[in-house]
């Protein structure tokens, strides 16, 4: 389920294999094999990466949810067997320097503790902890942090993904204004309304929903659908991003749940806030 999971949001297999830390063919021998036991393909396949079939779709739903659980059950029974753990959910931006450096320093100070790292899509920017799936998720505000503990950690500025040929394109800056005959994406039904609406530049849009970072970048790329991003990252080549200078920064940020009391957040955040500032 992990394997499919990771393919159905990435929508390519060798982009899925890197997630998984594996190579491609096992990735794929995996997935040809759950198509076998459910009877039905899964995902198209092209040159350019794949799509969900109606099949897949349904089965991604209930992968999720049995992912969710299974995390669930996991936390339950460390916490019953008092193993020093922490599981910590990470927003699709786990290349981000700051992350590396922070696991390379946690481990120096924490050696003997056992991480458990959940990926999140762009659907919940708390990173499962309303649900109870993490003890604390490196993400980027703003959401409803009700009950939550939140350390900004950094600020980014953020600008407006484009095709590298659109007209726009060429221009040294924007604002908002510059982009409001354009459609732009939009998250699934349900998604924080604070987070969806500083995506959208605090302004109600249309456009097509989306849940993970590649399938942003090629509504781009097929659609030439507007997507706002953090500055500094790598995109593929036919896309670009030219900063916003009326739109706030993108705010990085540690959460928690205030009434966890497992002491390695506090440590966590502390380390954390020097990784990400260094």
Known sequence: MRYFVAVAEELHFGRAAVRLHMSQPPLSRAIKQLESETGAPLFTRSPAGVTLTPVGAVLLDEARALLDQAERLRVRVSAAAGVSSLTIGILG???????TRLAAAFRRTHPGVDI??????????TCGLRAGLVDVALTRAPFDDTALSVRE???DPVG????????LARRDHLQ????ADR???????????????YWNGGT????????????CLQAVLWN???GLAPLGHDLPEPLTTVPLTDMPPSRVVAAWQTNNTNPLIRSFTNIAQTAYQT
């Open 93 to 99: 931006d786990g290349t981000d320097p700051g992350n």
């Open 183 to 197: 459609r732009w994406f939009q998250f699934p039904r349900g998604t924080d309304p604070i987070w969806q609406s």
């Open 204 to 215: 109600p849009r249309e456009g097509p929903v989306v849940r993970v970072v590649q399938e």
């Open 176 to 179: 908002l204004a510059d982009l």
């Open 160 to 167: 407006a993904v484009l095709r590298a040929d659109d007209p």
């Open 224 to 226: 030439s659908t507007i």
């Open 116 to 125: 458990h790292i959940r990926d999140t899509d762009l659907t919940d920017p």
């Open 153 to 155: 950690l950094r600020t």
